[in-house]
């Protein structure tokens, strides 16, 4: 079955009525307002567009359940945010007691691939990578400073690299850059053919 497009709003909800389930509270407007500290009206006008799109029901005393697309929409949401809180305390070694914001803003913006690619990575893998990282030197300036044809390419929406330290980086090198419309951190998943078209550009005009 097709998932649905939620709206980031719908999510929230859909993730707070997950949280108080697993809490053993009734799935309620009330604790809806409470937990996302909205006014009851405001809370009443999203749990009716949830039960419009088939992702919850409400009983004659007002108690939410999940459909079975619902709950398994609100499973994906809060499986992705725990993915980001592992990967913020495994890797980035951020205090537990802070994850939780950081992760909330951070979910929105993880696009799927990036959400598989970390699925499929072993942490100690990802704990070992993002140190070297971490303390590796920048070497930007020695690359400019050999004369070999150099080449910048990048997603237009990446998440994972600012676009703007990749711009920087390709005036530093003086390099030739392209940014590939409708892709993200890896452009060539997102836009193979795009990202097919300007390597093989760039490698056949670096052999001439």
């Known amino acids: 079955m097709a998932t649905v497009e939620l709206t980031g709003a719908e999510r929230e909800y859909l993730e707070t009525l997950f949280w108080l389930y697993e809490a053993g509270l009734q799935m309620t407007g009330a604790n809806v307002a409470r937990a996302m500290r909205l006014s ?3 809370v009443h006008e999203m749990i009716g567009r949830l039960e419009r799109g088939d992702l919850i029901t409400r009983g ?7 459909t079975a697309a619902g709950e398994r929409q609100a499973e994906e949401i809060v499986g992705r ?7 913020l305390t495994d890797v980035l070694g951020i205090p537990w007691d802070e994850v939780h914001e950081e992760a909330e803003r951070l979910e929105h913006a993880m ?3 990036l959400e598989q690619r970390m699925l499929a990575n072993n942490p100690t893998g990802l704990v070992t990578m993002a140190a070297q990282l971490l303390k590796a030197e920048d070497r930007t300036d020695d690359l400019a400073a050999r004369s070999i044809p150099t080449f910048v390419l990048y997603g237009e929406d990446d998440n994972a690299w600012p676009t703007e330290q990749q711009r920087d980086m390709a ?4 390099a030739e850059r392209i ?3 409708a892709a993200a951190h890896n452009p060539n998943v997102e836009a193979p053919a795009t990202t097919a078209h300007a390597l093989t550009t760039f490698w056949n005009a670096a052999e001439r």
Do not use: G, Q, W, Y
């Open 40 to 42: 009851a009206p405001t």
């Open 60 to 66: 004659p005393d007002k108690v939410i359940s999940f």
């Open 81 to 87: 945010h725990r993915l980001i809180e592992r990967f």
């Open 111 to 113: 696009s799927p691939v």
């Open 171 to 174: 005036a530093r090198l003086n």
């Open 179 to 181: 940014c590939i419309p």
